[in-house]
């Protein structure tokens, strides 16, 4: 992984608790396979532990690596770095991207809720005009009954729902590879997609980053959400068409909370930084400050199952590998 990100990921406590359970030297961080000083490294390494920034395994660093028998990401996606002859190899692959999961679903439980109260619109007039009509009720806000639709039964799109179950808000779900008895297990109605932005106030995106994804809400879908809906993006950028978005919150009609983008960063000129209806954070949802030592932990905690010979909590299936953001 790069080398920056070690001491975040394993800060001391939980580094401990890695040294104890292997034969480690935290000096060595590997930011290029093709340093040869790494060679004698790989020569004698039988779990990798990788994060951001890890360079791609392919056959060269493999064969380089003949004891390696788990490959353990303190990251989200494997997609980045893994290749087929990881997978032709047998070897095993585990994720801590249910961790990182748990920080974006929170994310958009918060921004859910705010977006019911109409909150960022609110605060811009009370900032423009300094005065508000206190103790009057203000209508068509409110999280009581509020139609929600999640777009996609990813791990963060399964966390949002257990998260948002107290609330006295009406959950949905739209995706393919889910059928009715899936739905029932997560407690939510299985709509098709566009009949899910044709009935939510509040629209989240989930669904995985596939070449069968790009776009997956564009023009057409957009045209289907209410007035006075508002669509959340915290997975990919790609899965949104931004111009078709710049073009339907210049009507006024809908709002848009984007913690992703694409490009990403946004070039300076974007008309999405000054769009009043278009609320933008900088890719802060996934794991930030103290979240990301939770990455390391779940690796230490996989490590400790693999050495007791235990089934790992977070194990990579490659067949749905492009379905587990």
């Avoid at 996934?286 to 990301?292: A, D, H, K, R, T």
């Amino acid at each position: 992984m790069s080398a920056e990100n070690v001491s975040q990921v394993f800060p001391a406590e939980v580094l401990a608790r890695l040294c104890e359970a292997v034969e480690i030297d935290p000096t060595v961080v590997v930011e290029d396979f093709a340093d040869p000083r790494v060679r004698e490294v790989l020569s004698r390494a039988e779990i990798l532990i990788t994060g951001w920034g890890c360079p791609t395994l392919d056959v060269s660093v493999l064969e380089a690596a003949p004891k390696l028998r788990a490959v353990l990401h303190a990251a989200g996606s494997v997609k980045s770095f893994t290749t087929p002859a990881v997978w032709e190899r047998g070897l095993v692959v585990s994720s801590a991207a249910g961790a990182n999961a748990l920080p974006v679903a929170e994310y958009t439980l918060a921004m859910i809720l705010l977006a019911g109260k109409d909150l960022f619109a609110h605060r811009d007039r009370l900032r423009a005009e300094r005065a508000f009509p206190y103790g009057e009720i203000v209508p068509g806000i409110g999280n009581f009954g509020r139609r929600t639709g999640i777009v996609g039964a990813s791990r963060i799109g399964r966390r949002l729902i257990e998260l948002l179950r107290p609330f006295d808000l009406e959950v949905s779900l739209a995706d393919p590879y889910v059928d009715e008895a899936g739905a029932a297990l997560l407690g939510v109605p299985l709509l098709p997609l566009d009949e899910l932005l044709r009935t939510s106030d509040i629209v989240s995106i989930h669904a995985p980053q596939t070449p069968e994804t790009r776009h997956l809400i564009g023009r057409r879908e957009l045209a289907l959400m209410p007035a006075g809906s508002v669509l959340i993006n915290t997975a990919r950028g790609s899965l949104l068409d931004h111009d078709a978005l710049i073009d339907e919150l210049r009507t006024e009609r809908i709002s848009a909370i984007l913690d992703v983008t694409d490009p990403e960063p946004l070039p300076g000129d974007s008309p999405l930084f000054d769009l009043p209806n278009a609320f933008i954070t900088p890719h802060l949802a996934g794991s930030q400050g103290n979240e990301v030592a939770r990455l390391g932990l779940t690796v230490v905690e996989e490590v400790e199952r693999l050495l007791a010979g235990r089934d790992l909590a977070h194990r990579i299936d490659h067949a749905e590998l492009g379905r587990a953001a």
